[in-house]
């Protein structure tokens, strides 16, 4: 299929819109009317065509816009992607798997030509042709975590395994939830996820280390994550928080469904061949809550979901003060029906 | 089966005696494709259908990683094993069709490592073979030690020496050459690692002498193929289906839960990955934990059992599966 | 003694140890203040070890200079700060071989640099000890303008650098050597809670 990249800004203006067909595939992360953590990963298989779950690594129209902000992100803050120098074998691993994913799951777009270890990539969406030496750093302009991931959407951590533990040693980290790279960088799994209220008394981090430690190569998985932004914001740093926090403040009830976004993280976890590491993409999806609402089952569960989500959570999901007003809004869309289990349309 | 593991449809291409007792098998893809591709120190699980029995034994995968046409392993002969090896000596033959599970990677290089530093024990040799290629390849700086029997058992010694002669050494047992570990260590650089891989003995020598002059536990690594050992014959109780099977004398748990027809899951089958983790529902008898996996709170709590090496003596034992 | 009980906090917050003799064959101590009542208690418990150690102490006016001569020690370096002793401390570590065993002790930012100094020379963090006594004034990097703001004392702070009123977070990086600090008046400009000491 073709997909009409759109032309739209993830700052400033604000030009960010979802077409039907991106708010009808939305990855809705709620299967049922109540959220707590739980070690939700399930095998990363094509799953109903057309949906975000149908590609390995999923392009849709926000690709070419998505790619421009991660310039002017990288350009304003070189940091945000970053190698430890034993990573270089597993940034050229991801190369390689996104090439490959890309060239077979959308030929009209990507293609990848491999002779030995010469290769020549094309990608038409962003007009860029390269050959040059696979796993020869000086044959390309940059190292290859960042030389690919600018050109796939979506965040990218490369976790390092050693010791019983994963360990996130490099990262492209332009379009996160309030973490950064720089800081984490070199952190163990407990570590860069100490932050997180309940989830490790819930054991939900010791569940999750066992199982991706024996992640093995072809049995890719996946969860959802979610959280929720005010303006389609990709960049909300910890770095630039003391810029972008204050736009919470502009939320009024008049212009949540406006400006209100659920944000959800598609993430993935691969096993890498060469480097036995692991890669770890958080792909970032945001939907503006009066789009959210024109499908009614999301309306009703995520009205549920907000009203009744414990308080830390809404406090360590950043939107604690605007909860009331967010959870007044979508009280509309809900008439107390029932609703479908699972997370997909009726 | 394995949850998990991707399997490869193979077909034995080549089997080549590398000395009297270790030969060594090609694999390649029945289906003409790339092999894949896998990271030094990576094994595979080969399925062998013996007569009536189906054995599943992990060997190191030996060949280079870049080569994507095959992937080799070298077998050392069992004369006093369950078999396995035997198999592939006697019965295995060039053209023969078999299944491998895809690499599975526990006893990796530490890749910020300033210079591995190796130590091999017989056919514990196999890792390192393909490690050396992808350092070699990556300008890596290593060294490697090993012990072998004899001249004439000495596997891939010429092949080594000829290509990494400043950074090879062998020892001939029947020539009393030991190596002299206290030394080896003393004075290596900050950032090295050690890997062992050969008998137990062997393991526990190297990680005591370098424990003793104050390296670090991360610092040393190691792998053991446990081959699960024989034991009393047991009856198991499987709470999913209700079944009762016997594990015999020299069959495993897990081998018996497989011939039984259950899905269990799998990935070293030697007592170290934890993939095989079972629950014990009830039991009356005791256990004989053979794994490195759980703990020792865990082991006499007995609640839990790794099927791959583990065993059981008594009356009863319920299991989760 | 001088010895603060650190509240439980989360799992990338440092807990600290009391220093062990290890076996080794070679020993480097790096204190400062009353870090150095740390390496004495330690030389009680292993009076051998000291003959085969090389000290480095930073004082800061606590005093314990003599105390770590009468030990003995195969070397004492007493430096005015950890700035002039670093590239002391950096041939050493280049110098060093495995089997070097590294005990810490003293102010968590001394414990800290020391640590970030022999992770880059390639030594394995989880093999570094470090006993915390004296000051728990922390080094907190500022998220913003990847500034370093020494001896913070209160939470909120203003940062050395910038200029921005941060909360202190528990997240440390080892890399950084450094807890987080974050803009607490990014949602409502000039909202500045009055400053309290930490852990008050």
Same mark, same amino acid.
């Given at each position: 299929m073709t997909i009409q990249f759109k032309d739209e800004t993830f700052r400033d203006d604000y030009t960010f819109r979802n077409s039907d067909w991106a708010i009808q595939r939305f990855p809705f992360p709620f299967h049922e009317d109540s959220y707590m953590y739980s070690v939700n990963l399930e095998p990363h298989f094509s799953l109903r065509p057309g949906s975000v779950f149908e590609k390995t690594f999923d392009v849709d129209e926000h690709y070419i816009s998505e790619m421009k902000d991660r310039a002017k992100v990288l350009a304003d803050d070189p940091l945000r992607c970053q190698s430890l120098p034993h990573m270089t074998l597993a940034g050229w691993d991801l190369l390689e798997l996104i090439m490959v994913s890309k060239a077979r799951d959308y030929p009209d777009m990507f293609e990848l030509h491999q002779n030995g270890d010469k290769w020549h990539w094309i990608n038409k969406p962003l007009q860029i042709e390269q050959k040059f030496t696979f796993l020869d750093e000086t044959t390309l302009p940059c190292g290859p975590l960042e030389y690919i991931t600018r050109q796939a959407q979506g965040d990218f951590a490369l976790l390092d395994q050693r010791d019983e533990n994963l360990w996130m040693d490099a990262g492209m980290i332009t379009t996160q939830a309030d973490w950064s790279l720089d800081f984490d960088i070199g952190m163990n799994f407990y570590e860069w996820h100490a932050p997180v209220p309940f989830a490790h008394e819930l054991g939900i981090f010791q569940r999750a280390l066992k199982f991706l430690l024996n992640l093995q190569q072809g049995a890719p998985v996946r969860r959802l994550n979610w959280t929720m932004t005010v303006n389609p914001l990709l960049d909300t740093s910890p770095e630039n928080y003391h810029k972008w926090g204050v736009q919470k403040t502009t939320l009024a009830p008049g212009n949540v469904g406006e400006k209100q976004h659920l944000r959800v993280e598609l993430q993935t976890l691969f096993r890498l061949p060469r480097s036995n590491a692991m890669a770890f993409p958080i792909r970032c999806y945001l939907i503006r809550l009066e789009d959210l609402v024109t499908v009614p089952k999301w309306g009703r569960r995520l009205h549920r979901v907000l009203r009744d989500l414990p308080e830390e959570l809404a406090t360590y999901k950043g939107f604690i003060n605007n909860r009331p007003m967010i959870v007044d809004y979508l009280a509309q869309f809900d008439d107390g029906g029932p609703t479908s289990p699972g997370t997909y349309p009726d | 089966m394995s949850a998990g593991t991707q399997k490869l449809e193979v077909t034995l291409a080549e089997v080549v005696e590398v000395n009297a007792l270790v030969k060594r098998f090609r694999f390649v893809r029945r289906d003409g494709g790339e092999m894949p591709t896998f990271s030094g120190g990576a094994h595979v699980v080969v399925e062998m259908r013996d007569g009536g029995i189906t054995r599943l034994n992990p060997y190191s995968v030996m060949s280079d990683p870049r080569d994507r046409t095959c992937l080799m392993i070298s077998v050392r002969r069992d004369d006093v094993g369950r078999g396995g090896s035997l198999f592939l000596h006697q019965k295995a033959k060039a053209g023969d069709q078999m299944v491998i599970s895809y690499p599975v990677n526990l006893f990796s290089l530490d890749l910020r490592a300033r210079k591995h530093l190796m130590i091999a024990g017989g056919i514990g040799i196999t890792p390192f073979l393909a490690q050396i290629k992808q350092l070699a390849a990556t300008n890596g700086r290593f060294e490697l030690h090993y012990s072998v029997r004899s001249q004439a058992l000495a596997s891939y010694a010429d092949d080594l020496r000829d290509h990494h002669p400043e950074h090879v050494r062998i020892y001939h047992d029947d020539q009393d050459e030991r190596i002299d570990l206290d030394t080896l260590l003393d004075g290596q650089p900050l950032g090295t690692h050690l890997y062992v891989c050969g008998p137990k003995g062997m393991i526990d020598w190297a990680v005591k002498t370098a424990l003793a002059q104050g390296w670090p536990r991360e610092a040393v690594h190691s792998e053991e193929f446990l081959a699960p050992q024989s034991g009393q014959p047991f009856e198991v109780t499987l709470d999913r289906s209700g079944k009762t099977i016997k594990v015999g004398e020299h069959q495993s748990l897990l081998e018996a839960l497989e011939a039984a027809g259950v899905d269990a899951p799998y990935l070293c089958r030697g007592g170290a990955c934890g993939q095989c983790e079972t629950d014990v529902l009830r039991h009356e008898g005791k256990f004989v934990h053979r794994d490195h996996w759980l703990t020792d709170e865990q082991k006499s709590c007995g609640n839990k059992i790794m099927p791959c090496v583990s065993r059981f003596e008594g009356k009863t034992l319920v299991i989760d599966r | 003694m001088s010895k603060f009980q650190f509240p439980k906090s989360i799992l990338s917050r440092p807990v600290y140890d009391t220093l062990q003799a290890r076996a080794g064959r070679a020993h480097l101590m790096v204190a400062d203040a009353e870090g150095a009542e740390a390496l004495l208690d330690l030389a009680k418990a292993a009076p051998d070890l000291m003959a085969k150690s090389h000290i480095i102490y930073i004082p800061k006016g606590a005093g314990f200079e003599a105390q770590l001569a009468a030990l003995r020690p195969a070397q004492l370096r007493v430096a005015p700060s950890f700035a002039a002793v670093a590239p002391r401390l950096h041939k050493a570590l280049a110098d060093a071989h495995m089997g070097l065993q590294i005990y810490l002790a003293g102010t968590e930012g001394l414990i800290g640099q020391v640590m970030q100094a022999a992770i880059s020379a390639g030594y394995l963090a989880s093999a570094i000890q470090g006993e915390h006594r004296g000051s728990v004034a922390r080094r907190v990097q500022c998220v913003h303008c990847k500034g370093i703001t020494e001896d913070v004392a209160t939470d909120p702070f203003v940062c050395a650098h910038c200029g921005l009123n941060l909360f202190v977070r528990d997240h440390y990086s080892r890399r950084i050597a450094a807890f987080q600090g974050v803009c607490i008046?990014? $949602? $409502?400009?000039?909202q500045v809670p009055p400053a309290k000491e930490l852990y008050a």
């Amino acid at each position: 299929m073709t997909i009409q990249f759109k032309d739209e800004t993830f700052r400033d203006d604000y030009t960010f819109r979802n077409s039907d067909w991106a708010i009808q595939r939305f990855p809705f992360p709620f299967h049922e009317d109540s959220y707590m953590y739980s070690v939700n990963l399930e095998p990363h298989f094509s799953l109903r065509p057309g949906s975000v779950f149908e590609k390995t690594f999923d392009v849709d129209e926000h690709y070419i816009s998505e790619m421009k902000d991660r310039a002017k992100v990288l350009a304003d803050d070189p940091l945000r992607c970053q190698s430890l120098p034993h990573m270089t074998l597993a940034g050229w691993d991801l190369l390689e798997l996104i090439m490959v994913s890309k060239a077979r799951d959308y030929p009209d777009m990507f293609e990848l030509h491999q002779n030995g270890d010469k290769w020549h990539w094309i990608n038409k969406p962003l007009q860029i042709e390269q050959k040059f030496t696979f796993l020869d750093e000086t044959t390309l302009p940059c190292g290859p975590l960042e030389y690919i991931t600018r050109q796939a959407q979506g965040d990218f951590a490369l976790l390092d395994q050693r010791d019983e533990n994963l360990w996130m040693d490099a990262g492209m980290i332009t379009t996160q939830a309030d973490w950064s790279l720089d800081f984490d960088i070199g952190m163990n799994f407990y570590e860069w996820h100490a932050p997180v209220p309940f989830a490790h008394e819930l054991g939900i981090f010791q569940r999750a280390l066992k199982f991706l430690l024996n992640l093995q190569q072809g049995a890719p998985v996946r969860r959802l994550n979610w959280t929720m932004t005010v303006n389609p914001l990709l960049d909300t740093s910890p770095e630039n928080y003391h810029k972008w926090g204050v736009q919470k403040t502009t939320l009024a009830p008049g212009n949540v469904g406006e400006k209100q976004h659920l944000r959800v993280e598609l993430q993935t976890l691969f096993r890498l061949p060469r480097s036995n590491a692991m890669a770890f993409p958080i792909r970032c999806y945001l939907i503006r809550l009066e789009d959210l609402v024109t499908v009614p089952k999301w309306g009703r569960r995520l009205h549920r979901v907000l009203r009744d989500l414990p308080e830390e959570l809404a406090t360590y999901k950043g939107f604690i003060n605007n909860r009331p007003m967010i959870v007044d809004y979508l009280a509309q869309f809900d008439d107390g029906g029932p609703t479908s289990p699972g997370t997909y349309p009726d | 089966m394995s949850a998990g593991t991707q399997k490869l449809e193979v077909t034995l291409a080549e089997v080549v005696e590398v000395n009297a007792l270790v030969k060594r098998f090609r694999f390649v893809r029945r289906d003409g494709g790339e092999m894949p591709t896998f990271s030094g120190g990576a094994h595979v699980v080969v399925e062998m259908r013996d007569g009536g029995i189906t054995r599943l034994n992990p060997y190191s995968v030996m060949s280079d990683p870049r080569d994507r046409t095959c992937l080799m392993i070298s077998v050392r002969r069992d004369d006093v094993g369950r078999g396995g090896s035997l198999f592939l000596h006697q019965k295995a033959k060039a053209g023969d069709q078999m299944v491998i599970s895809y690499p599975v990677n526990l006893f990796s290089l530490d890749l910020r490592a300033r210079k591995h530093l190796m130590i091999a024990g017989g056919i514990g040799i196999t890792p390192f073979l393909a490690q050396i290629k992808q350092l070699a390849a990556t300008n890596g700086r290593f060294e490697l030690h090993y012990s072998v029997r004899s001249q004439a058992l000495a596997s891939y010694a010429d092949d080594l020496r000829d290509h990494h002669p400043e950074h090879v050494r062998i020892y001939h047992d029947d020539q009393d050459e030991r190596i002299d570990l206290d030394t080896l260590l003393d004075g290596q650089p900050l950032g090295t690692h050690l890997y062992v891989c050969g008998p137990k003995g062997m393991i526990d020598w190297a990680v005591k002498t370098a424990l003793a002059q104050g390296w670090p536990r991360e610092a040393v690594h190691s792998e053991e193929f446990l081959a699960p050992q024989s034991g009393q014959p047991f009856e198991v109780t499987l709470d999913r289906s209700g079944k009762t099977i016997k594990v015999g004398e020299h069959q495993s748990l897990l081998e018996a839960l497989e011939a039984a027809g259950v899905d269990a899951p799998y990935l070293c089958r030697g007592g170290a990955c934890g993939q095989c983790e079972t629950d014990v529902l009830r039991h009356e008898g005791k256990f004989v934990h053979r794994d490195h996996w759980l703990t020792d709170e865990q082991k006499s709590c007995g609640n839990k059992i790794m099927p791959c090496v583990s065993r059981f003596e008594g009356k009863t034992l319920v299991i989760d599966r | 003694m001088s010895k603060f009980q650190f509240p439980k906090s989360i799992l990338s917050r440092p807990v600290y140890d009391t220093l062990q003799a290890r076996a080794g064959r070679a020993h480097l101590m790096v204190a400062d203040a009353e870090g150095a009542e740390a390496l004495l208690d330690l030389a009680k418990a292993a009076p051998d070890l000291m003959a085969k150690s090389h000290i480095i102490y930073i004082p800061k006016g606590a005093g314990f200079e003599a105390q770590l001569a009468a030990l003995r020690p195969a070397q004492l370096r007493v430096a005015p700060s950890f700035a002039a002793v670093a590239p002391r401390l950096h041939k050493a570590l280049a110098d060093a071989h495995m089997g070097l065993q590294i005990y810490l002790a003293g102010t968590e930012g001394l414990i800290g640099q020391v640590m970030q100094a022999a992770i880059s020379a390639g030594y394995l963090a989880s093999a570094i000890q470090g006993e915390h006594r004296g000051s728990v004034a922390r080094r907190v990097q500022c998220v913003h303008c990847k500034g370093i703001t020494e001896d913070v004392a209160t939470d909120p702070f203003v940062c050395a650098h910038c200029g921005l009123n941060l909360f202190v977070r528990d997240h440390y990086s080892r890399r950084i050597a450094a807890f987080q600090g974050v803009c607490i008046d990014a $949602e $409502e400009p000039g909202q500045v809670p009055p400053a309290k000491e930490l852990y008050a």
